[in-house]
């Protein structure tokens, strides 16, 4: 089979799941994924931006430069499947992440440098990719307008343990004029309605789930599109400036789903949502789809939010609202974040 020929697939070539409680279960155990990941800390607490201070910034990311309590935040990407499908567009998919977390953190992104490791110098496949990975973060840093380190890639070769695909790294940083302007991804109470900004696709492609569930490691990328992912960013700024949301989180590993339940878990809170019915729930839920945000905004402040997104051409779709714990989709519950899917899976 030729890699093009590889590459081809329709979400129509998967079944749907008929039961979401047994996708959940399957993919809440991938360590890299779970928010309740026994082999790391990556169920740590959330920032909390009342402490943030000299010792404790680096495990939140962001870091307090000088003593007039200027912050920056920085957060670092990888990626070696997606670069061997399109290097031109993962490298701007990468970027385009890590500019919509320190966006979501209240951060201003300013700075990147790259970095591409297992790069085999005789391969004229190599080479191509290189530069096409090149192509695609500069593209990037032009349209975020970030000043990038050189305008090089730094890149060593293949190490001497046998062949290893070439891994494209970016680091970005963002600045905050003070701890006031920390916004953190947990939600904080019941009640609040949940919110998904930008548009869900009817696919998943390049998802956790096609990879893991499913066990089809060949798929095109997911839907990226580079203007819309800076026209959200500069709207996402000014709602966040504006004070007129309470938690952001960019819609990341694993889909929509496990986005939502690593936002609960740190405050011991659930969600209940609604699916879109124009989409399939395993692509709405699991999809990895670029240029989404999950938003929590108090109910008073919630017209305003709409109104200015929509005047900014920002599509925006109410979910549903912050529980007490428990874990509702289209009436379905799931259980209880402390006694239902994370507590019967660890124990």
């Known amino acids: 089979m030729s890699e093009t020929e590889a590459k081809i697939f329709t979400i129509e070539q998967v079944a749907e799941p008929e039961s979401l409680r047994n996708v959940v279960y399957s993919m809440i155990a991938i360590p890299h994924l779970s928010p309740v990941n026994i082999f790391n800390e990556f169920a740590s607490t959330a920032i909390d931006s009342k402490q943030v201070g000299k010792d404790d910034l680096s495990g939140a990311g962001i870091f307090q430069v000088d003593e007039n309590g200027t912050l920056f935040s ?4 990888a990626d070696y499947k997606r670069l061997a499908v399109d290097p031109f567009v993962a490298a701007q998919i990468l970027v385009a992440k890590a500019v919509r977390r320190l966006v979501c953190y209240g951060a201003e992104p300013v700075a990147m440098s790259a970095y591409i490791n297992n790069v085999d110098f005789a391969s004229p496949i190599a080479e191509e990719l290189v530069m096409a990975a090149r192509l695609g973060l500069n593209a990037a ?8 380190t050189n305008w090089k890639i730094f890149y060593d070769n293949v190490n001497s343990e046998g062949a290893v695909p070439p891994t494209l790294i970016v680091s970005l940083v963002g600045k905050l004029n003070n701890r006031s302007e920390v916004l953190t991804p947990s939600l904080k109470r019941k009640g ?6 930008g548009r869900s696709f009817n696919n998943i492609d390049a998802s956790e789930y096609l990879d893991h569930y499913h066990e089809i490691k060949n798929s095109p990328l997911m839907p990226f599109n580079l203007s819309f992912e800076n026209r959200l960013m500069v709207a996402m700024r000014e709602v966040i400036k504006n004070n007129l949301v309470v938690s952001a989180s960019p819609v990341g590993i694993g889909g929509l789903f496990f986005t939502l339940l690593r936002d609960a878990l740190p405050n011991e809170l659930g969600f209940d949502i609604t699916t879109d019915s124009e989409i399939r729930n395993d692509a709405f839920l699991f999809g990895e789809g670029m240029g989404r945000i999950v938003v ?26 912050i529980t007490k714990g428990e874990i509702r989709i289209d009436d379905l519950s799931l259980g ?12």
């Open 296 to 321: 929590s905004v108090d109910e008073e402040k919630e017209n305003e939010f709409v109104d200015f997104l929509f005047d900014h051409k920002i599509p925006v779709m109410t979910l549903g609202h």
């Open 74 to 77: 920085q957060t670092i990407y």
């Open 141 to 148: 840093a032009t349209v975020f307008n970030l000043q990038f």
């Open 336 to 347: 209880f974040v402390d006694k239902g899917i994370v507590g019967e899976y660890l124990d």
């Open 192 to 197: 609040h309605n949940l919110l998904l900004v």
